[in-house]
């Protein structure tokens, strides 16, 4: 069975730096690109970016370029999500998700989910 | 990037009935490239409809998907409880994949 399991739940402050993690399992890890998934409260969803594990070619939206970077680490299986100077606009859910297909191009669904990780940034 | 707009943004439904949701795209999608999620509260989306009508792993032929060009449509034949949720229509390309806002499906 193929699995996402994200990392806990997070409270910071503004300016403060984050990594969040999302360990895959079930699958063959370097073969399927692995994307992030933002979700402010009560709202939809925003699509923040891909990596391909398999050679780490990384893809972002526009919107989050710059302010956002996804890693991946072969060794453990699992896919980052950093920031390195919070904002209190990053409150939010993210969720990690996997494309369905196998080194399919990077248009794709998202086919297998993880639960997600609440990132809270207060003062 | 694909603008998507999604109506009605909410839908109010009795069991039994026929749900119709509209998904529609600034610009023309390629290769058919568009999916549909549900999402209910406090959990990850579903997969539930991928190239405008192929069907996800599991997911009941009650949920069917329709479309071309600009314009797609989710359909949900015979509403059962479990299908109230929040549905997302997405447009997967090259390097993105934009969501649509959202239609809720409530139902009576």
């Known amino acids: 069975e193929v699995q996402l399991v994200q990392s806990g739940a997070e409270l910071k402050k503004p300016g403060e730096s984050l990594k969040i993690s999302c360990k895959t399992s079930?699958?063959?890890?370097?073969?399927?690109?692995i994307g992030w998934v933002r979700q402010m409260p009560g709202k939809g969803l925003e699509w923040m970016g891909i990596?391909?594990?398999?050679?780490?070619?990384?893809r972002y939206s526009a919107s989050f370029q710059g302010h956002v970077t996804i890693s991946a680490d072969k060794a453990s299986s699992t896919v980052y999500l950093q920031w390195s100077s919070l904002e209190a606009s990053d409150t939010a859910m993210y969720f990690c998700a996997r494309h369905r297909r196998p080194i399919y191009g990077t248009g794709d669904p998202f086919d297998v989910w993880g639960r997600g990780t609440e990132v809270i940034v207060s003062s | 990037e694909n603008v998507l707009t999604q109506s009605p943004g909410t839908l109010s439904l009795s069991p039994g009935e026929r749900a119709t949701l509209s998904c529609r795209a600034s610009?023309?999608?390629?290769?058919?490239?568009l999916a549909w999620y549900q999402q209910k509260p406090g959990q990850p989306p579903r997969l539930l409809i991928y190239d405008v009508s192929r069907r996800a792993t599991g997911i009941p032929d009650r949920f069917s998907g329709s479309g071309s060009g600009t314009d797609f449509t989710l359909t949900i034949s015979r509403l059962e409880p479990e299908d109230s949720a929040v549905y997302y229509c997405?447009?997967?390309?090259?390097?993105?994949?934009?969501f649509g806002q959202g239609t809720k499906v409530e139902l009576k």
């Open positions: 610009k023309s999608v390629s290769n058919s490239y």
């Open positions: 079930g699958h063959i890890f370097t073969s399927y690109w």
């Open positions: 990596i391909y594990p398999g050679d780490s070619d990384t």
């Open positions: 997405q447009n997967y390309g090259s390097s993105w994949g934009t």
